[in-house]
């Protein structure tokens, strides 16, 4: 009885880091300004000691939270911190100098480091301009992180460039974080569409094959709003327009697979 116990103890010291190397598995690292991920919406410690399987035991208290999608060593500490910054796995940080080694849960798409045109937007650049959609990384609350339409633009939209041809059938979009409760109803009457040529007029994409549609309207801060087509499709260039003439949409995350 005794053998017995001890060999059972010794496989499940065996297991617990295989477990934790398989979670940790669908973690990704990247690099991340600190100044950055102090500006998080959520944030907080993990009383994690930086030593063996600090990277696995940090990566499995992170996925143990529904609101975690990223932690970072913090080295001076000797700990990891949890936040809930939205970083894609091809952000590329623009500020090394204080980057710190984080790990995201998120999975990769294929709006992370497209080229994108939209329609113009009443603020002045870099504020809530079309390259927001295809940085990679969203704080989850600043505003002037999204993409916004003007108010006069007739049928507003944006349109990606893949650069070659993908294979997709979904796109997410996140509604403003903030503002006034009937903002986020703006967010209605979304059409995706998908070619594989540039359209010869921007904001005219009836030559692109249709994908699918959000009518909506958005109901919530924050929501996350998912549109799918019918069946896989191939294309380099995907469309977002609302179809219903004037309106203003503002967009603070956009993730296409």
Known sequence: MEGALI???????????LSLA???????????????????????????SLGSFHTLRCSQTCSLQSWCDL???????????????????????????DALVCYTQRRKDY???ASVQAATTYYTAPLRVGGNLVD????????????????????????????????????????????????????ANLEVRVGMSPVTTLGDFSSYAFFGIFVGPASAFSQEIV????????????????????????ICHLEVR
């Open 71 to 97: 932690w970072c060593s913090d080295a001076s500490a000797d700990q990891c911190f949890l936040s809930n910054m939205i970083v894609m796995p091809d952000y590329e940080e623009d500020s090394t100098a």
């Open 22 to 48: 398989i979670q940790s598995a669908f973690f990704t690292r990247v690099l991340v300004s600190e100044a950055k991920i102090q500006g998080s919406q959520r944030l907080e410690p993990a009383f994690i």
């Open 111 to 113: 709006a992370t480091g």
């Open 227 to 250: 549109i799918e087509a019918t069946s896989p499709m191939t294309a380099r260039f995907l469309s977002v327009q609302k179809i219903s003439g004037t309106g203003h949409i503002q």
């Open 136 to 187: 990679g990384i969203y704080d989850r609350f600043t505003l002037n992180a999204c993409y916004a339409s003007a108010t006069d633009v007739m049928n507003p939209w944006f349109v990606l460039d893949f650069g070659a041809p993908v294979t997709l059938q979904s796109v997410m979009m996140f509604s403003q974080p903030s503002g006034q409760t009937f903002m986020p109803t703006y967010l």
């Open 7 to 17: 060999a059972m103890t010794m496989t499940l010291t065996m297991l617990w880091p």
